[in-house]
């Protein structure tokens, strides 16, 4: 008897840390999903390395604002009401996920090197960071699945067959890769940082796709998880679906990268590998935001 107030304390404190966990997670795939866009954009690039330190601050108190505003009304965590003190907690948790988050894929793309001056990092993390931390606010608000969802639906969601349920989760991948990338395909931005990668680095991209994506269907609660594990289909586990969806995602790179001519049918394998890989990571997390739609 002694040892179960302790045991229900870490059983407790077991579940906050878990909580918290997927609160992070899907604020990071809200990030992803509503910033991606904007992290391959070369304007944006130049915009922010040629920023000065006050502008900034202005930028990050602009982001601020509608940050806080968002979190109050709907926010990413799963607390209906919520005080003052704890949205504003909230927003700059939604801030500093923004920035980690643009930080890391800027450093994974090589966009930002370890060599490179800090102001210019600094101001290009500052202004892709902006719509990852909207993205993040409004992820559970705008992308979740409501807890009233009828038995009809659930209905739909487990009882297609095996191909039909494999046909609609490879043809929803496909129109959300092609959502995401298409316009990022016939731009400057994937040669530049094709021009400025490496194996080890592509290696990364793959793998970080493959993590986000994954995150993003079954970790990051949007929609019923659950129901989402029990649907039908040829490769309906998580690991096997998430890289299927990935080597789809692939295909239509290399497709939208053929259509504008970014690529030519006789380029060297090094060269279309770099491009197809690299616009393999936003069309990669358009796809798993297509397989949360079925």
């Known amino acids: 008897m002694v040892g179960s107030p302790a045991g229900s304390d870490s059983g407790g ?3 906050g840390w878990a909580t918290v966990g997927s609160d992070l997670v899907r604020s990071v795939a809200g990030g992803m999903l509503f910033g991606i866009p904007l992290l391959f954009t070369l304007e944006v690039w130049d915009i922010g390395s040629s920023t000065t330190p006050a502008t900034m601050a202005v930028v990050l108190i602009v982001t601020f604002v509608p940050v806080t505003l968002l979190v109050h009304i709907a926010g990413f965590r799963r607390s209906k009401e919520i005080s003052l003190p704890e ?13 980690v988050a643009v930080t890391g894929v800027l450093i994974l793309t ?25 993205g993040a606010a409004v992820a559970c608000h ?17 009882d297609r067959g095996t191909v039909r349920g494999t046909v609609a989760d490879l043809g929803s991948t496909l129109v959300g890769a092609l ?16 021009a400025a990668s490496s194996p080890p680095a592509l290696l990364a991209v793959v793998a970080a796709s493959l993590v986000i994506s994954y995150g993003i269907v079954y970790q990051a609660g949007f929609g019923d998880q659950a129901k989402r594990r029990e649907q039908r289909g040829i490769f309906q586990h998580p690991i096997t679906e998430t890289v299927v969806a990935y080597l789809v995602a692939l295909l239509a790179s290399a497709a939208m990268l053929l259509f504008f001519r970014n690529l030519q049918p006789g380029d060297p394998w090094p060269m279309v590998l770099d491009h197809v890989v690299l616009l393999g990571l936003p069309a990669a997390i358009g796809g798993a935001a297509g397989r949360l739609a079925i």
Do not use: M, W
Not at 87 to 99: K, M, Q, Y
């Open 13 to 15: 404190a077991a579940a």
């Open 110 to 134: 090589r966009e930002i090197k370890l060599d490179a001056p800090l102001a210019d990092a600094l101001g290009k993390i500052v202004y892709e960071a902006t719509p990852f931390a909207i």
């Open 142 to 158: 705008l992308i979740s699945q409501s807890p009233d969802q009828t038995d009809d639906d659930n209905a739909r969601a487990t």
């Open 87 to 99: 949205v504003l907690r909230e927003a700059t948790v939604a801030v500093a996920v923004g920035v």
């Open 179 to 194: 959502f995401v990338a298409f316009n990022i395909a016939p731009t400057e931005e994937i040669p530049r940082l094709a």
